[in-house]
């Protein structure tokens, strides 16, 4: 793990040769649904996501520690990180830049020694589809010992990468007007990004993420060093209801580093229970196989700590997965190296290692702390037993 607590990832140099064409983007502008989702609100903040996306797949390589989104006034959006920068030398026959080359070629796995690359957002690509579907986007690169920029129009460029004076800083900035002949509107909500990036700050322990809105301004910032645990806490905002505090956090990432999970869990007594699931930073609201796994080693070992602390005989009947689910709030955050999502929307996860290694580090975790904990662990009993009764 890194000191931020992301996914422990090996070092190496991210070069415009990793990435892969696939075709124009012509496409893109003539069936932006197929990228984006909608051409409505859903696919406006979408476009926000994607360059978001890319930011923390920074972050998760171990190059970067704060995102800052700005609304400018004209309702275009400003999407700034301390990554290591876009690449920027020269590639392929027509000697184009990387930079050029990323934001105008369909592209897939750009950066794939981030191991658990959320760049891709919805459709699986990245910032060239954000070029194609802006009137307008300008691109700052701090990299090499220099500022970069270059400027777009609807996806092509209007003007050279240029290079500025010196820098010590590094970082990439990109600035985008959606198109207002593509899309429904144009107008973000301040209250949609806030939202999602707030999650995204949750779910990456340790990334500062700022908004600031200058429509008129109303600058947000978040920073959870608990990362789910802090999650939690926000679901769970009544002290007196909860059966034990703080939240139960834990993580584990496998030997071959393509999985990685973390899980926060805490029962409370005013609610029937919330669990929210996530795969690479995308919410699955249809859960799947990383949710199998986490209700399947609860449930188990519940009864079997219940039965060796005998809260309940050999002769009773099991504990039942709703009586153990009610009142819990738990989040569940899996990155995976080569995540398998069923649909289009992205809402299921399939990856059936996903099932079997949380199951495995939910039953040792969560059964370690139990053991530690016995105080509140015969309160978390006790409130269960009074459920199913």
Partial sequence: MTESGSPSQPVSEYDGSQIQVFEG???????????????????LHQMVYQVVSYAID?????????????????????????????????????????????????????????GYGVYGGLSGLGLSVVNALSSRLTVEVQ?????????????????PLTRYEETSEHGTAIAFLPDADIFETTWCSFATLSQRLQELAFLNGGLAISLTDERP??????????????????????PPSLVHSPAVGFESENEDQTIFVQVALQWNTWSPGEFRSFANNTRTHEGGAHEVGFRTALTDLVNDYARRQQQISADDQDLTAQAIHEGLTAVISVKLAHPDFAGSTRTRLSNPEADTYVQEVVRRHLTEWLDHNPNQATAIIRHILNASS
């Avoid at 983007?25 to 696919?43: C, F, H, Q």
């Fill in 58 to 114: 920074e972050h998760l390589a171990g190059h970067a520690d704060a995102i800052d989104v700005t609304i400018t006034t004209d309702g275009g959006i400003r999407v700034a990180d301390n990554g290591r920068g876009l690449a920027v030398e020269a590639q392929g026959p027509a000697g184009k830049s990387a930079i050029e080359r990323e934001l105008t070629e369909l592209s897939f796995g750009s950066k794939p020694h981030t």
């Fill in 143 to 159: 990299r090499d010992g220099h500022r970069w920029t270059q400027e777009y129009g609807k996806g092509i460029p209007v003007t």
């Fill in 25 to 43: 983007l012509e496409a893109v502008r003539r069936r932006p649904g197929m990228y984006i989702g909608s051409t409505g609100e859903r696919g």
């Fill in 217 to 238: 301004e109303r600058p947000v910032r978040y920073h959870h060093v608990d990362g789910l645990r802090d999650y939690v806490a926000h679901l769970n905002p009544y």
